[in-house]
């Protein structure tokens, strides 16, 4: 862990304990299916390398991303185990996509003939997963195209069909119409297959939303994504598992100084000063993923504490106001997501404060800050992996 004197200016720690504890909801909401974890985009922000090998030593061996560049990035640090593209891929993805053993989603009929031609003829056949669009309205092919694409001569000849799945478009809602329609059309989809005597080793449906609310949409396999993170978006009235939000995201306190009444700070002078106030400079801003819509909306905590943001948010530094904080000093910890003594602020907050997802505030924490994995504590009291 970082200590305050050598801390870096802004940097997040991400808790692998309160990951393996949100892995265990996931386990007991779905006892019976597999694990495919999402770390797609630098698994949510936490760190796509780190959190995969953590899950590998939880006993996940399945992986999601969003792009054959994220796989190649996972496989070339050395990660082995089958790892699904889960986006929109193209042709020109698909050699390099064979080359380094990753699963493509297809999702469209005329992709079958296009992937299958990667395949090295003689080669047993490459598994694949086909999506089926069910009301997400994004990609997948229609319940009643699956069948004629399984049968084209193309699929047969070099593809072996390894999973079918859908995506849920509003599971998160208080409503259920919507879910259990899409989850009405892909059983129908599924029950088409059957019929035909095929067996489909991956079935899959659920996300977080999908795990936590819907029992019938957990098949073979499932997807959480958000949940391992710790957090949700279903409503309040929702019983949902105590999940553990595992970052914190910290900045030091570069300066301090004092502005007099009508003093003004940062861009465009959106604050100005109704009292005698201290203002403190954290050094961290939107380029880091800090959002500009946080300016006289965010919240910090310092000596447990909150103290508002004031003035515009600008690209490497945010200001706020500690006049009512006692003590304050340079080189003392701001907590921008996290816990200090009583007060919490949560990815939620943030959300809520700008107006989006906790995902959104999750993935935009930007390259250049540092992520320090706390590492896992096995039961007798050793840490591993390091990482
Ligand atoms: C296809 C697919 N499955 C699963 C997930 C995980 O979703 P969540 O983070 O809501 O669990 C995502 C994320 O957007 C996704 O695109």
Redesign the pocket.
């Known amino acids: 862990m970082y200590t305050p004197s050598q801390s870096p200016p802004t940097f997040v720690s991400v808790d692998l304990n309160a990951l393996a504890q949100n892995l265990a909801h996931v386990r007991r909401l779905a006892p019976r299916s597999e694990v495919l974890a ?1 770390v797609k985009a630098n698994a949510y922000g936490h760190g796509a390398l780190e959190l995969t090998r953590t899950l590998q030593h939880l006993a996940v061996h399945r992986f ?1 991303v969003a792009t054959v560049d994220e796989g190649i990035a996972l496989r070339q640090a050395g990660i082995h185990d089958p790892i699904l593209v ?1 986006g929109a891929t193209v042709p020109a993805q698909f050699a390099e996509l064979v080359a380094q053993r990753l699963t493509p989603v297809l999702y469209r009929t005329d992709l079958i003939p296009a992937f299958a031609a990667h395949v090295r003829s003689g080669s047993s056949p490459y598994p694949v997963h086909v999506k089926v669009e069910t009301g997400m309205g994004r990609l997948g092919v229609s319940p009643h195209e699956v069948l004629d694409l399984l049968e084209r001569t193309e699929f047969r000849a070099a593809l072996r069909l390894e999973g079918l799945m859908t ?1 849920l478009a509003d599971a998160d809602n208080r409503e259920k119409d919507h879910t259990q329609s899409q989850l009405a059309r892909f059983q129908s989809a599924l029950d088409r297959l059957q019929q035909r005597g095929l067996t489909i080793p991956l079935v899959h449906a659920a ?3 999908g795990i936590i609310k819907y029992p019938t949409s957990l098949y073979s396999l499932v ?5 391992l993170y710790g957090y949700h978006t279903l409503s309040t009235d929702t019983p949902t598992p105590e999940l553990r939000p595992i970052l914190s995201w910290k900045a030091t306190i570069a300066h301090l100084h004092s502005i007099q009444v009508g003093d003004s700070v940062s861009y465009n002078r959106t604050f100005i000063a109704a009292r005698r106030s201290k203002i403190a400079v954290l050094p961290v801003g939107y380029a880091d993923g800090y959002n500009r819509l946080l300016s006289n909306r965010g919240v910090v905590l310092i000596g447990g504490q909150r103290a508002p943001v004031v003035g515009r948010v600008c690209m490497d530094m945010t200001m706020v106001d500690v006049t009512d904080v006692p003590g304050v000093q340079i080189g003392q910890e701001a907590i921008l997501i996290g816990q200090q003594g009583q007060e919490r602020i949560t990815a939620a907050d943030l959300a809520a404060w700008q107006q989006t997802i906790p ?1 959104d505030v999750l993935c935009a924490i930007g390259q250049r800050v540092p992520r320090h994995h706390l590492p896992l504590r096995s039961d007798d009291g050793t840490s591993s992996p390091k990482t």
């Open positions: 999402v999601g889960m995506h996300n977080s939303a997807r959480p994504g958000i949940m995902y």
